[in-house]
């Protein structure tokens, strides 16, 4: 056993590894008196999956240590962001299925504290202004193996430090004229150390402080802080604020009273998917320049984009599971993804036929003008899920690529002289095949053999045949549009691109293709987010810009399962 797992009992008696974050949970228990986690998004964009791993990991954490969780939003920089992203962060992780109860902040909630730390710093001779640019700065950094050059306004006085940070607080400095700085180490071969901005000048109106604050704190300055002000006992971040770490301990040292609890952080890997864009900022070029129809396009890996395609919160959470966390960086197929949303539909989604490319079948010996009701079960899987009524009448419709005229030899679907049964119903023979004038294939003329009704318990009925289609009654049919979705980018790593290129080429053009359909009546009255399975097709979801009597499906996933075949 590696030295990151231990055995742990589980509740049900079963003995299950603990992984690298909940071994240093336990080791903290006796000396903390409640386990508390965060979710701290930034509100610039819509989150994606991989948000949606960090969302389970520490709610999951809290639950399994009956500790709290707090949704804290990071919103310090006004010029993006918007209240659009903080509902639609809270939206995903309620649809996730938690609960962050009273416990919702934001770190403009503590813009006065983080000030007057700031001022604090100043006194103690560790911050300073300065009148650099943002590209002086950077190139004043140096490299990780050459120092990097000190500021010439880093030996300022503290009065006079004091008096420029509370003008730039006044507003009377230009944005960009000057920034506040940590003084610490600009020779540190830890890069984030080298004398860091702290504040910054933003002439913008914040979505919940108004145009109170003209400064605004970085990022770095306000995350391990705001942490340390709720009382989070693990601050759980992905591994690229490893480097970051030192940077949040050295503010807290200068900071924080002796024996006061800080957040002890660590890091695991964030998650990255084939075939997917997981940059936030890439994500958002997709939507300005509109190649998606917006950060809900079921193309999309958000995660308002996976509950608009069909994915449910189980599947999700189900994932994300399976994934797992550890400390090294890989890549998930995408495949596990789509494995994870056929499980859980398998089980729980009702069965529809829906007919995408409709070749009519006349059942000659039919009477004309009758009808009857045919039975089918609702989901096989479930036992309990009862029948759904299908109509049945002498003219339908099946798959063009249910039919061949000229079929090879292993063709056990419907041909000259072949026999098939439709599903729910009768053994049909095709007997004759009609064309235009041009030679297209119009209509299929077939027999059936009356005793051959599925579920009818005569001996017919048994008989078997190899082929089995699905199929809608013309009469009955209801007409809907289904967007048929592939992946959006064609290559496995779409960021893996050559000097002089853009992921943007890697775009799939054949991503998403809108073709009518029929289906079965029995879903006349979906509502958008209901799910169901096109049998031998795939699984589909009414999309939102349904409406009365104009029904659009979007497909989930198909029902070819790779990943599964892989794990075998």
């Known amino acids: 056993m590696s030295n990151t797992e231990v055995l742990h009992e589980a509740d049900d008696n079963e003995k299950k590894s603990l992984n690298f974050l909940e071994q240093i949970i336990e080791a903290d228990l006796p000396h903390v008196s409640k386990i508390i986690t965060r979710f701290p998004p930034e509100p610039n964009g819509y989150l994606h999956i991989g ?4 969302i389970c990991l520490n709610f999951g954490l809290a639950q399994q240590y009956g500790g709290q969780c ?13 209240i659009e992203y903080v509902d639609s962060i809270k939206e995903d992780v309620r649809w996730l299925g938690f609960n962050w109860g009273t416990n919702e902040f934001y770190a403009s909630d503590y813009f006065q504290q983080l000030y007057d730390w700031a001022v604090l710093l100043i006194k103690k001779g560790n911050a300073y202004v300065c009148h650099m640019t943002a590209e002086e700065v950077s190139e004043s950094r140096g490299t990780p193996t050459v120092p990097g050059k000190e500021s010439p306004y880093r030996n300022r006085s503290v009065e006079e430090n004091l008096d420029l940070f509370a003008r730039m607080k006044n507003g009377e400095f230009k944005e960009g004229e000057c920034m506040l700085r940590a003084k610490i180490d600009m020779a540190s071969p830890n890069m984030h150390m080298r004398d860091p901005i702290m504040y910054r000048i933003r002439y913008a109106h914040h979505h919940k402080t108004g145009d109170a604050w003209c400064i605004y704190p970085m990022y770095d300055f306000a995350h391990g802080q705001s942490d340390f002000i709720e009382g989070i006992t693990h601050s759980i971040c992905t591994l690229e604020f490893e480097v970051h770490r030192p940077l949040y301990e050295w503010f807290l040292n200068h900071i924080a009273e002796p024996g006061q609890i800080r957040p002890k952080q660590r890091e695991f890997a964030r998650l990255n998917l084939t075939y997917t864009v997981m940059s936030k900022r890439k994500l958002l070029q997709l939507v300005e320049e509109k190649h998606v129809s917006g950060w809900d396009d079921p193309r999309m890996p958000t995660i308002s984009g996976l509950r608009r395609r069909g994915f449910t919160p189980e599947s999700v959470r189900n994932f994300a599971e399976k994934v797992g966390v550890s400390k090294r960086e890989n890549i998930i197929d995408v495949a596990l993804l789509e494995h994870c949303i056929r ?3 398998n089980k729980t989604a009702p069965r529809v036929m829906a007919v995408l490319q409709p070749l ?15 039975q089918g079960k609702i989901n096989p899987e479930d036992e309990q899920s009862g029948y759904r009524d299908i109509p049945f009448g002498r003219e339908l419709y ?8 000229d079929a090879p030899k292993k063709f056990f679907r419907l041909s000259p002289g072949n026999e098939v049964r439709l599903k729910y119903a009768y053994i049909i023979k095709c007997e004759n095949v009609i064309k235009d004038s041009q030679g297209n294939i119009t209509e299929i003329h077939c027999t059936y053999d009356p005793d051959t009704k599925s579920g009818s318990g005569t001996e017919a009925s048994q008989r078997k045949v190899k082929g089995t289609l699905h199929w809608v ?4 049919a209801l007409s809907a549009t289904v967007r048929l979705y592939d992946r959006l980018f064609m290559v496995e790593d779409p960021m893996d691109v050559a000097e002089g290129h853009d992921f943007l080429e890697h775009i799939n053009p054949h991503s998403l293709e809108e073709v009518p359909a029929l289906l079965e009546p029995s879903v006349a009255d979906a509502q958008a987010g209901f799910r169901c399975q096109f049998e031998r097709t795939g699984y589909f979801c009414v999309d939102k810009d349904s409406s009365n009597g104009s029904l659009i499906f979007n497909k989930t996933v198909g029902l070819k399962d790779s990943w599964a075949k892989i794990q075998k």
């Open 70 to 82: 707090n949704l804290r939003f990071d919103d310090t920089n006004p010029t993006k962001e918007d």
């Open 343 to 345: 499980e859980d539909l």
């Open 360 to 374: 009519k079948v006349v059942i000659t010996n039919y009477p004309e003008g009758k009808t009857e009701i045919l």
């Open 51 to 54: 948000h949606a791993k960090s």
């Open 398 to 405: 099946i798959e063009q690529s249910d039919f061949m005229e």
């Open 473 to 476: 009654p013309v009469h009955a």
